[in-house]
């Protein structure tokens, strides 16, 4: 919680804090020192623990969004329903307005990107920088069709994993619908035994990801049911972005940063070669790297 209040030019400080938005409590993590960057986590419904980057940490002071709905952040009042991109987008705004920041950098992971990318469409007046992590512009059809397609070359490349089998039939409920996991145990479990899928090699590397795989969170949040889909609007975005994502990313790969890169002029576009859909973890340094070097050579935006 906070400890006292912050004044407009403060920067928060380190731990948990909370603020009450539209009658919903959201926390929000601190940690490091720098320009802020708000730091929003996929889903929806999933954790954001694992989102922690504490090589990014070292240059920035990381406000990671618990978001609402999952963990100690409030549920809302028609629960599981209306956890809508424009509810994430007035949850940033009230942390953005509680930390007392008049421009912030925003980093969208996964279906957080979605949320940056409206968030940069909406309030440009708010952000110095985005970036678009791992992620896509449509959670519609075409991209259940690209999750579909690379799961299949996922399973020839890692023929002889232990638990392949289990893992396929986690994706099976997870991304093709299963109607009996409508609770946050049932969605967890899922969670947990898909998440290989998410690492250009987990099994290669499961001493250092086991944890995480142990640890992972979904909750049941729904939203109203309609696609999002940010394709031909893109070119609107002002503020200087950074797109990225991993080589062997399963859920959000290559083909659709090099899509967001080319409709945002000027946007800078990195390619980690050796990790899948959590580059900050399988590539730390070379992912804070790249942050930095996009920070350090950014333009200035128009506003």
């Known amino acids: 919680m906070r400890e006292a209040p912050m004044n407009s030019l403060s920067v928060p400080g380190p731990g948990e804090h909370i603020v009450d938005i539209h009658g919903v409590p959201q926390r929000y993590h601190v940690a490091g020192s720098g320009p802020v960057c708000i730091a929003h986590s996929g889903g929806p419904g999933v954790g954001w623990e694992y989102l922690r980057m504490p090589h990014l ?43 007392g920041r008049r421009s912030v950098i925003l980093l969208g992971h996964s279906y957080g990107g979605l949320i940056a990318q409206k968030y ?4 440009s007046e708010k952000l110095s920088s985005v970036i678009l992590y791992a992620t896509v512009t449509t959670d519609g059809d075409d991209f259940y069709a690209e999750v579909e397609r690379n799961f299949q070359e996922f399973l020839r490349r890692h023929s002889d994993a232990p638990d392949l089998d289990d893992v396929k039939q986690a994706y099976m409920q997870g991304y093709r619908g299963d109607a009996t996991a409508h609770d946050d145990e049932s969605l967890t ?20 990801f086991g944890s995480l795989r142990q640890g992972a969170r979904r909750a049941y949040v729904v939203d109203d ?38 409709e945002i002029n000027g946007s800078a576009l990195v390619i980690l070669e050796e990790s899948g859909h959590m580059a900050h973890l399988e590539q730390p340094q070379k992912f804070a790297q790249t942050v930095k070097d996009f920070l350090d050579h950014r333009p200035r935006t128009a506003g």
């Not at 963990?71 to 930390?99: N, W």
């Not at 309609?226 to 062997?248: C, E, K, M, W, Y």
């Open 189 to 208: 479990a899922i969670f947990r035994q898909v998440l290989p899928i998410y690492f250009a090699d987990y099994w290669r590397r499961e001493h250092e």
């Open 225 to 262: 049911g309609r696609p999002n889909d940010h394709r031909g609007q893109l070119s609107a975005i002002v503020t200087p972005t950074l797109v990225t994502t991993g080589r062997f990313d399963v859920v959000c790969p290559p083909r659709w940063s090099e899509e967001i890169h080319e």
């Open 120 to 123: 940069a469409l909406a309030r």
């Open 57 to 99: 940490e070292e240059f920035l002071t990381m406000v990671y969004v618990e978001p609402v709905g999952t963990g100690k952040s409030g549920r809302l009042p028609q629960h599981p329903h209306g956890y809508t991109i424009d509810r994430y987008i007035a949850h940033i705004d009230g942390i953005v307005d509680d930390i």
